[in-house]
């Protein structure tokens, strides 16, 4: 399939990881908005948010769940942070395989541009 965050995940590109289980993959971006950018993603393909079905909750879940634990590994979970999905073209999605961006070591404003 000839989706970037796929060749990631098969190590046909290279990336810098940093967490990676059986369900899914976290490494940094390579265009950081702030001093700590992660992006974490499901290793299943799904291109968008609107393409979330009823049987990838649990997996969803997990990348909250992997957020806020890599957010903590990285020490900036009590100080807060940041985490974005951005959805289709107005959303400012750009890669389509849905990833959760997660960004920390700087005061963030609300609301986002
Ligand atoms: P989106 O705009 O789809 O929400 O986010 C895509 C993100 O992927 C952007 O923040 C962009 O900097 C990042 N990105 C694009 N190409 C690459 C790449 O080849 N490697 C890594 N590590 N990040 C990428
Ligand atoms: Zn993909």
């Not at 289980?21 to 971006?29: E, G, K, P, S, T």
């Not at 960004?103 to 541009?113: K, N, V, Y």
Request: aromatic share 8%; charged share 20%; net charge negative.
């Amino acid at each position: 399939m000839d989706c970037l965050f796929c060749k990631i995940i098969d190590r046909e590109i290279p990336a810098d990881i940093v967490y990676e289980d059986d369900a899914v993959l976290a490494f940094n971006d390579i265009n950081p908005q702030a001093p700590s950018h992660l992006l974490i993603v499901p290793k299943l393909h799904i291109a968008t948010l609107n393409d979330i079905e009823e049987g990838d909750l649990a997996l969803v879940g997990r990348l909250q769940y992997t957020a806020a634990r890599l957010a903590a590994e990285k020490g900036f979970a009590e100080a807060g942070y940041r985490v974005v999905m951005n959805c289709n073209d107005q959303g400012g999605q750009t890669v389509y395989h849905i990833h959760m961006h997660l960004m920390g070591g700087r005061r963030f404003t609300w609301p986002a541009g």
